[in-house]
């Protein structure tokens, strides 16, 4: 059974930073693409960043370009997201999640599994 567990998580003043991390377990993480996905109350779910396999291609939204970092430790399972810069927009539920394949790619359907989701608050 796959597992997605993300931390870190908060309420942080506008310009601060947070860093996620996502916890996989109970397939090989190395084999696939990860990404991260978020949802602000009354919107919908919206692609943030994705990242290959191995790691080494990344595929950010414009909207988190130059401020948010995502990289990968396969040694460990997990997926982190460094976030800096960060403004009351960004205010939302952040979703890890498992692909498919192994390439990075912006579209949720091709996402089989799903964290349960760390709340990310940007508020002075």
């Known amino acids: 059974q796959v597992q997605l567990v993300e931390s870190g998580g908060g309420l942080v003043q506008p310009g601060g930073s947070l860093r996620l991390s996502c916890a996989a377990s109970?397939?090989?993480?190395?084999?696939?693409?990860m990404g991260w996905f978020r949802q602000a109350p009354g919107k919908e779910r919206e692609f943030v960043v994705s990242i290959s396999a191995s790691g080494r291609f990344t595929y950010y939204a414009d909207s988190v370009k130059g401020r948010f970092t995502i990289s990968r430790d396969n040694a460990k399972n997990t997926v982190y997201l460094q976030m800096n810069s960060l403004k009351p927009e960004d205010t939302a539920v952040y979703y890890c999640?498992?692909?498919?394949?192994?390439?990075?790619?912006?579209?949720?359907?091709?996402?089989?599994?799903w964290g349960q989701g760390t709340q990310v608050t940007v508020s002075s």
């Open positions: 999640a498992s692909t498919t394949v192994a390439a990075t790619t912006t579209q949720a359907m091709r996402y089989n599994y």
């Open positions: 109970g397939r090989t993480f190395s084999n696939y693409a």
